[in-house]
């Protein structure tokens, strides 16, 4: 068991900008910081040349497990995660059982702290009749309704449901916002399309404005904490920033609504690019970068959905929407770097920083003495080239494939243990449940 881990002349992004010189970690905690600092440890990492910023922390993925395996394991999307810098992830409810008890988190809860190579923790799912165990759940990032259809039981789209649960539970409200009702008004009419370009159509952009506004209503009236999954449409960036002078939200950003647009992408990978809520047209790609860049949207989480090929291929009309990117995330961002498109301290206010204080996870999202130890040595001059077959996601697949980009995580330290480093996993060390505050009474 490793107990003591110094890394040598490394440039350290710190919550007070970059600082070169060395970190020692004890305990799975950061230690020490400072110039040069004398080499007792019993592991020594000395790379010249590199960044060490914090563990990424994704508040949004699906792993699949239990129910879907064949898809994505919590092993297998966590060895995912640490291969692209992610140190800590959220995992959604939609699984089979679906995770809306005491229960089913707990069982979750025990795969995980068996088999995931980061630190875990699950949302539970809304219906129209838990609400008791919404009340008495402990230790969740937050609730997740699906307010757009999912799988399951896991849609609550009636105001007055939603109005019970914001007013009668204390966790974070998570949600996916689309409205139901116009999404079915639209499957009516474009119900024999074989055409993934129709997609965006069905999930319109009044779909999701229509249900934001009436989500950013409810936080208002009841002053709950709400936050807004997978931002898609320039108007709801909008309509948040305004809101945001009197009502508590928060809202996140996945990577492939910043990076693709339609109809492009949907002629040229078809269903691949088939996600919920759509990738949409080129202006709401750009506006999302401004949003992000302006503050107004607060963190990137990746939305990690991995279906199989073979699923995907099927027609428009059966394939399942979602794509992977819990391993390319971080790639991809380094990229915007080396483009000057932002820098290294948006990326860990975006990736780290703000997923720790959305949701209350101490000691977490920062460089800092006393700070758990999770954290990724990045090479920002490596130019990689994404590679389906390469991805470690059991998916085999990317929606990013050829893409060519400079700046890689090249090692992951997860509570001061290594995990990860240069395509090799380090699997007798697993991750930790993560601990949230309880939220402030209201």
Known sequence: MIESLLIKQVQIITPFGKKDGDILIKNGKIHAMDWKLPDHAQVIIKDRGLTLMPGVIDPHVHFREPGATWKETLESGSKAAVAGGVTSFFDMPNTKPSATTRETIAEKKRIAKETSLANYNFFIGATTDNLDELKAIENVPGIKIFVGSSTGTLLVDQEDDLRKIFTETSAIISVHSEKESIIKANKDI?????????????????????????????????????????????????????????????????????????????????????????????????????????????????????????????????????????????????????????????????????????????????????????????????????????????????????????????????????????????????????????????
């Open 190 to 442: 474009y119900k024999d399309s074989t055409n993934p370009l129709d997609h965006p159509r069905i999930r319109s952009v009044e779909a999701a404005v229509q249900c934001t506004k009436m989500l950013l209503q409810l936080a208002h009236d009841t002053k709950r904490r709400l936050h807004i999954c997978h931002l898609t449409t320039e108007e709801e960036m909008q309509m948040i920033a305004k809101a945001r002078k009197d009502t508590p939200v928060t809202t996140e950003v996945s990577p492939q609504h910043l990076f693709l647009y339609g109809p492009d992408i949907y002629q040229k990978i078809g269903n691949f690019a088939v996600i919920n809520p759509p990738i949409r047209e080129k202006r709401h790609a750009d506006a999302l970068w401004q949003g992000l860049k302006s503050g107004v949207i607060d963190c990137i989480a990746t939305d990690h959905a991995p279906h199989t090929i073979e699923e995907k291929l099927q027609d428009y009309s059966k394939a399942p929407s979602g794509m992977p990117g819990v391993e390319t995330s971080l790639q991809l961002m380094l990229n915007m770097v080396a483009q000057k498109r932002c820098t290294m301290s948006d990326i860990v206010r975006w990736m780290c920083e703000a997923p720790a204080k959305i949701y209350g996870i101490p000691y977490k999202g920062a460089i800092q003495i006393g700070y758990d130890a999770d954290l990724v040595l990045v090479d920002l001059n490596a130019k990689r080239t994404i590679q389906s077959d390469k991805q470690h996601t059991m998916c085999k697949w990317s929606a990013f494939d050829g893409w060519e980009t400079q700046g890689a995580p090249i090692a992951t330290m997860v509570n001061g243990r290594l995990a990860y480093r240069e395509g090799e996993f380090f699997t007798a060390s697993k991750g930790q449940e993560i601990r949230i505050r309880k939220p402030a009474p209201r």
